[in-house]
């Protein structure tokens, strides 16, 4: 279920201030643990680092990814990739 539209977007009020912060000085790269944050105008053409649960992931937000939110673009989970067993393997090659 999506959030309510009279509620408005949330906005984390210090990465508002990171954001000015950034305009001083460029390169800076902040840290934030909030993903429910949605991407807003004011944040585009800034690189955060978005906390998966284990490392902090760098995104670079670009114009089309406004009205999203921070956490679709940090992944947390990866891929499972199921190992072959090497006997079976050659076996099959002795054949």
């Known amino acids: 279920m999506s959030r309510s539209s009279w509620k408005g977007q949330f906005l ?3 990465i508002l201030k990171v954001i000015q912060y950034n305009k001083i000085i460029k390169n800076y ?18 690189k ?6 284990k490392k902090f992931t760098q995104v670079f937000i670009s114009e089309n990814m406004v ?14 990739n199921h190992k072959k067993n ?10």
Not at 35 to 45: A, E, F, K, S
Not at 68 to 73: D, S
Not at 86 to 95: I, Q, S
């Open 12 to 14: 984390n009020t210090s």
């Open 29 to 46: 790269i902040s840290r934030t643990w909030s993903r429910d944050l949605t991407i807003t105008h004011d944040l585009v053409n800034y």
């Open 86 to 95: 090497k006997k079976n393997l050659r076996k099959w090659a002795k054949k």
């Open 67 to 80: 009205g999203h939110k921070l956490g679709e673009f940090c992944l947390t989970k990866l891929p499972c």
């Open 48 to 53: 955060l680092g978005v906390y998966n649960g």
